[in-house]
């Protein structure tokens, strides 16, 4: 296994045997670091992260670097929508948020109402 060293590039495999290690033998962050000699335990402490979110897939992934900032994160951009297409959802979005806030209005209407009638009863 390949010793850290500061902006040491890893290997998804390495990365991979140092979260299984870990988890394996219960040790802690700092514990683990020290074992393989990485500088710095947040680094085993993200790697695990995306170990638990993404699988062991995610660890083969280059994060550093441009293309990757540019990427936002983990996730893609959107694709560019015509512009119809754009002017259509936003018109069905703005639909959409009126009829949302009627029926909350509605919906506080009624639950006024019946507790005055519940009031009215007592």
Known sequence: ????????????????????????????????????????????????????????EGLHIERRGRAFAESGTRKERAPKLDKQIEEDLIAENQRLRAENDYLKNLHALVLEDERRLHKKHR
Not at 7 to 35: C, D, P, W
């Open 1 to 56: 296994m390949p010793k850290g060293k500061l902006n040491h590039r890893y290997t998804g495999e390495f990365k991979e045997h140092v979260i299984k290690v870990m988890r394996e033998e219960q040790l802690s962050y700092r514990e683990t670091a020290q074992r393989f000699d990485i500088s710095g335990h947040d680094r085993i402490q993200s790697w695990e992260r995306i170990y638990l979110e993404e699988g062991s």
